[in-house]
C-alpha cells in the first residue's frame, strides 16, 4: 500500500476546506448552478435520477483494511449502508445529501482516500491489474508507475479542463488483466533490448457511443519518458480535441479522424519541442522515493504444497469448487490470491454492504496483510493468503455471502447501476442482471458452460463495457419503452475484439431466454467441451447464434443449431 507523506495529506486536506466553502456558497444562493456544476464533479460529486452520487476514487483498486472501515462507516452514516463498486474500481455512493458531502470528504481524507477528479473533464481514475505485485506472470509490478501516474495527474494546471473526460490503464502483465485496450491511453509494460523496462504505449480506446480498440503509438517507451510522452500525447489532444461536440470530443474521435500516423507525428513533434528531457522526466531516485512509501507484506517462507490444503480440497466439493474459480496463482511459494465474489445471486452486480465491508476488513487484517484490491469486473481479491487458510478465508466469505464459485462464469455479470439510479440511462440494468442469475442459479449447469464474460449497460456511455463482453447487453428506449441490444463476440484482453449485435432488440422479460438461446447454441455447436464460447463464436460467427435465438417456432434445445443456420 502506498502511505501519503506530508504533501499528500495537505493537498487532501486543503481540498476538502475548498469544496466546502464552495458547497455553502452554493447552498446559500452565491454561486448559480452552472458555476457550481464543475466544482461539484472534479470532486466527483454528481446529480442523478433521485438523489446526488458521491464517486469515490480507489487510486488503481488499492485498499487497506481501515480505508474500507472508513467507507462502511461513512455509507452508514451519510448513505443507506451500502456502496457499489464500479468498472474503474471506484465505490459509488447513491443516496448522500449534498450539504453532507464536504463532511464525508473530510472523512475520508482521514484515511488518504478522496474523490478527486473522479468525474469531470480531466485525467480520472487510474486503473491497473488488480493482481499487481502478486502476477507470477508479471514482467513489472505496475504499482509504482500507478502512482507516479496519480501524483502527476492530480490538479495538473494544463489538463484541469480537457474536450472530455481521459481515461489510462496499466498493465505489468502480456495477459492484460486491466484491458489497457479499451482506455484513451493503454500502457502494458515490456522489455526492450538488454532487458530494458519500458512500455508499449496504446492510444484512442474507448467504448460508449463510438466504440473503439486503441492503437500501438509507441512499441517501447522507456521508462524514464512516460510522463513526458503522455504529456505530449495530452497537449496535442488539448489542442485539436472537439470542443463543439460532445459526442465527438474524445480522443479516440481525434485519432480516427487525423489517422494513426499523423497523430503519432504530432506527438513526437510536441515531445521533442516540448520537453522530451524536461522537468518530468523520471529518475532511478524519483521511482525509489516513490517505492518507498508502499508498505511491503511480510512473507513467510512457506512450501509450495499444502498436504492440508489438499485434503481439504478432496473432502469438500464446494469448497473445490470455490478453489477452483476463485482462488488464483501467486509469485511466491505457499501464497495465493483470493476473489470475494460480489456477484451473489439476486444482488446487484458490485453492491456491498456496511456490514460486509467490515467483514471483508477483517479477513484483510487476519489473513491478507491489511490489503485489499477492487478489480474492473467489480469484485474484490484478497492478494497474498496463505495456501493454508484458503478454507478459513472460503468457510468466512461464505458466512459473509462473498464465496459465490462464479468468477469467469456467466453469473459474474459486470453491470452498471442503470435506469434504477442513474439520469443518463435508458434502460434499468440491475433487474436484467438479476433475472439472468436466477436463470442459471445451478453451478453444475455453471462449469459445463464454462468461462464466459456477460455485460450489461444500462444506456451507450457503456459503464458496464457491454461492447467487450463475451455477450453484451444494451439497454436501448424504444417507442418510450426498456428494450435491451444483444450483442456477442466482444473480448478483453491482448486480443481485445468489439461484439456484434444479433439482431432486434428484446422486451425486459424476452432478455433472460435470449441468453439461454445463446448459451443453447454454444453447447450444441462447440468443438468440445474445452472451447470456450467466445471461441466458438470466433470460429462460426454470430449467423448460427443469430438464427437459433430468433427462430420461430423455437427449436428445442436438441436440434442442432449448425442444422438450422444452413437449413
Given amino acids: 500500500m502506498y502511505r501519503y507523506d506530508a504533501i499528500d495529506q495537505r493537498m487532501l486536506d486543503e481540498r476538502v476546506a475548498q ?49 474500507l472501515r472508513k467507507l462502511a462507516d461513512v455509507a452508514r452514516r451519510y448513505d443507506r449502508g451500502y ?3 464500479s468498472t474503474r474500481t471506484n465505490l459509488q455512493l447513491n443516496w448522500p445529501r449534498l450539504e453532507q458531502v464536504p463532511d464525508i470528504l473530510a472523512e475520508l481524507a482521514s484515511v488518504q482516500l478522496h474523490a478527486i477528479q473522479t468525474s469531470g473533464n480531466c485525467v480520472r481514475n487510474i486503473t491497473a491489474d488488480h493482481f499487481a505485485g502478486v502476477a507470477p506472470d508479471e514482467i513489472v509490478d505496475p504499482l509504482v508507475w500507478c502512482e507516479l501516474l496519480r501524483q502527476w495527474s492530480a490538479f495538473h494546471p494544463e489538463f484541469a479542463y480537457l474536450p472530455r473526460k481521459f481515461k489510462i490503464g496499466v498493465s505489468g502483465s502480456p495477459a492484460d488483466r486491466a484491458a489497457v485496450e479499451i482506455h484513451d491511453v493503454g500502457l502494458q509494460a515490456v522489455r526492450g533490448r538488454g532487458g530494458a523496462i519500458g512500455f508499449r504505449v496504446l492510444v484512442g480506446g474507448g467504448l460508449g457511443r463510438t466504440p473503439i480498440i486503441g492503437q500501438i503509438i509507441r512499441e517501447f517507451l522507456p521508462w524514464p519518458h512516460l510522463l513526458t510522452y503522455l504529456e505530449a500525447i495530452l497537449r496535442v489532444y488539448n489542442r485539436y480535441g472537439r470542443r463543439d461536440n460532445i459526442w465527438r470530443a474524445r480522443i479516440k474521435i481525434l485519432l480516427k479522424d487525423r489517422g494513426i500516423d499523423a497523430f503519432r507525428d504530432e506527438v513526437e513533434q510536441d515531445w521533442t519541442a516540448c520537453g522530451r528531457d524536461g522537468p518530468a522526466t523520471l529518475t532511478a531516485q524519483e521511482i525509489e522515493r516513490v517505492g518507498a512509501r508502499f508498505t511491503l507484506p511480510d512473507y513467510r517462507e512457506l512450501p509450495a504444497r499444502c498436504d492440508t490444503l489438499e485434503r481439504q480440497l478432496a473432502t469438500s466439493r464446494a469448497f473445490a469448487l470455490w478453489y477452483e474459480r476463485n482462488v488464483h496463482p501467486h509469485r511466491v511459494a505457499g501464497y495465493a490470491a483470493v476473489t470475494l465474489s460480489l456477484k451473489r445471486i439476486g444482488v446487484p452486480p458490485g453492491d456491498v454492504t456496511s456490514d460486509q465491508m467490515e467483514a471483508i476488513a477483517a479477513l484483510a487484517d487476519r489473513y491478507s496483510f491489511g490489503e485489499l484490491r477492487v478489480t474492473h469486473e467489480q469484485n474484490l481479491v484478497l492478494a497474498n493468503v496463505e495456501r493454508s487458510d484458503l478454507h478459513a478465508v472460503w468457510r468466512e466469505a461464505h458466512a459473509a455471502g462473498l464465496a459465490t464459485p462464479n468468477i469467469g462464469l456467466l453469473t459474474n455479470i459486470i453491470a452498471c447501476p442503470g435506469g434504477d439510479f442513474c439520469s443518463l440511462a435508458n434502460a434499468r440494468s440491475i433487474p436484467i442482471a438479476q433475472d439472468i442469475q436466477r436463470r442459471f442459479d445451478d453451478l453444475d449447469y455453471l462449469f459445463d458452460i464454462g468461462e464466459l464474460d456477460l455485460n450489461i449497460s444500462g444506456c451507450m456511455n457503456s459503464c458496464g463495457h457491454h461492447h467487450i463482453g463475451h455477450i453484451g447487453i444494451l439497454g436501448v428506449d424504444k417507442h418510450g419503452s426498456e428494450h435491451y441490444q444483444v450483442s456477442i463476440g466482444g473480448s478483453q484482453g491482448p486480443r481485445a475484439t468489439l461484439g456484434k449485435v444479433i439482431g432486434p432488440a428484446f422486451g425486459a422479460d424476452e432478455v433472460a431466454t435470449a441468453v439461454e438461446r445463446l448459451i443453447d447454441c454454444y453447447l450444441a455447436c462447440r468443438a468440445s467441451d474445452a472451447e470456450r464460447f467466445i471461441d466458438t463464436v470466433r470460429r462460426i460467427g454470430i449467423e448460427p447464434f443469430k438464427e437459433y435465438v430468433y427462430a420461430s417456432p423455437h427449436p428445442t434445445p436438441t436440434r442442432d443449431p449448425r442444422a438450422l443456420a444452413s437449413a
Fill in 83 to 85: 456502496g457499489h463498486f
Fill in 19 to 67: 469544496f466546502r466553502d464552495q458547497t455553502q456558497r452554493f447552498l446559500a444562493g452565491l454561486l448559480s448552478e452552472d458555476e457550481f456544476r464543475p466544482l461539484r464533479l472534479q470532486n466527483g460529486l454528481y446529480i442523478q435520477r433521485y438523489a446526488p452520487m458521491l464517486r469515490i476514487a480507489v487510486p488503481y483498486g488499492m485498499l487497506a483494511s481501515e480505508q
